[in-house]
């Protein structure tokens, strides 16, 4: 009887414990798609062209990003600003400016080569798509809107 | 219509007139379509194709954090007989590139093709003589999810959208079902494509 009780029942029993401890845990998965779980702070996604409060554009078309680029995925063309039509403060703008989202690695080296921050990778990571033409991502989709008059 | 199709009028008992093969074989092929891309994309079976580090986030997927079965595609399959899913993970050498092909060919219809970070999807930064400058040169990609590597969510995100996909095309005849490959014959570069 004794050892009835020490070879079936109390394994059995212990073993329970261990199912009714774990039930008390916190769960650990995140529900993805209706909660994103928050990012940390250096994370490196989708990249964004950022404006001055004036609504001028901070990229000055020097191509900087285009050379620290390990992937060769960015493409600028830069034009010169004109006092009629003045999209950055400097001399030079970007009037194309394309980034391959597929070949890009996130690595960040365009933020850093960037001499006015003006490429900024953000934390939107929902990038995946269909096709692969849709990876290029020209300066309209980039650019950030224009700041709202106040 | 043809005529195989009267084989699932007769199982079907909201079929109107089974004589009527055009009329009836539309009526079946929408409802077996809609009952057919439910249950196809709630249950995608990935194959694993781990090549490189991308391979290490598709196992994160997998983990209790992201539980990737919540979507029904928990069954990670060692063999391409029983996946439904290809998820390409990681850079593309040409060397392996038949084998890659091999194993697609493996799969039974309908079977689709994730291709996991920006080496399998373009080659990323291996720009060089050994890489296929994306996997869609060797077998038809579904869904591409950039990032070097996608982080257990992004790669989520690109489950749902081929989910979403599969939810959005409808079968326009009985090919379009893709329920048995021997039955119809291959199909098309261009039905692959579309």
């Known amino acids: 009887m004794s050892g009835l ?13 261990i199912t009714a401890r774990r039930l008390s845990h916190a769960k650990v998965t995140v529900m993805y798609p209706e909660h994103k779980r928050e990012q940390y702070p250096r994370t490196r996604w989708r990249h964004a062209l950022k404006r001055y409060d004036s609504g001028l554009e901070k990229c000055i078309g020097c191509s900087l990003c285009a050379g620290a680029c390990p992937a060769r995925c960015i493409f600028v063309e830069a034009a010169e600003n004109t006092d009629e039509q003045r999209f950055s403060p400097g001399e030079r703008y970007a009037v194309r400016y394309e980034i391959n989202m597929i070949r890009c690695i996130f690595c960040g080296y365009c933020q850093e080569a960037c001499p006015t921050g003006a490429i900024v990778l953000e934390k939107n990571f929902e990038l995946a798509d269909t096709t692969r033409e849709s990876f290029i991502y020209t300066k309209a989709r980039l650019l950030d809107p224009l700041p709202q008059a106040k | 219509m043809p005529s195989r199709v009267e084989t699932l009028v007769l199982h079907d008992s909201s079929t109107p007139v089974i004589g009527d093969t055009q009329k009836a074989g539309n009526v079946v092929v929408t409802g077996a379509d809609f009952l057919l891309k439910a249950a196809r994309s709630n249950s ?31 069954a990670f399959r ?76 992004a790669l989520i995100y690109g489950v749902l959208k081929l989910q979403e996909k599969i939810r959005k095309k409808n079968a326009a005849n ?21």
């Not at chain 1, 009780?5 to 414990?17: A, E, H, N, T, Y």
């Not at chain 2, 079976?45 to 919540?70: H, K, N, Q, Y």
């Not at chain 2, 309908?110 to 990323?124: D, E, N, R, Y």
């Not at chain 2, 379009?176 to 579309?194: H, K, Y």
């Open chain 2, 174 to 194: 009985f090919k379009d079902l893709r329920l048995w490959e021997g039955l119809t014959g291959a199909r098309t570069l261009e039905e692959v494509e579309a």
């Open chain 2, 78 to 153: 060692a063999t391409p007989r029983q996946a439904d899913v290809m998820i390409i993970a990681g850079r593309l050498s040409k060397k392996m590139a038949p084998v890659l092909r091999q194993i697609y060919d493996q799969m039974p219809e309908p079977k689709w093709v994730i291709s996991m970070g920006a080496c399998a999807s373009s080659g990323g930064v291996y720009n060089n003589y050994a890489i296929v400058q994306g996997a869609d040169q060797v077998v038809p990609v579904d869904v591409y999810v950039p990032g070097c590597p996608p982080s257990p969510d």
């Open chain 1, 5 to 17: 009780l020490r070879d079936i029942l109390k394994p059995v029993v212990s073993g329970f414990g």
């Open chain 2, 44 to 74: 995608l079976w990935p194959l694993t194709f781990g090549l490189a580090c991308c391979a290490i986030e598709m196992m994160g997927t997998v983990a209790s954090r992201f539980d990737i079965a919540r979507f029904g595609s928990e």
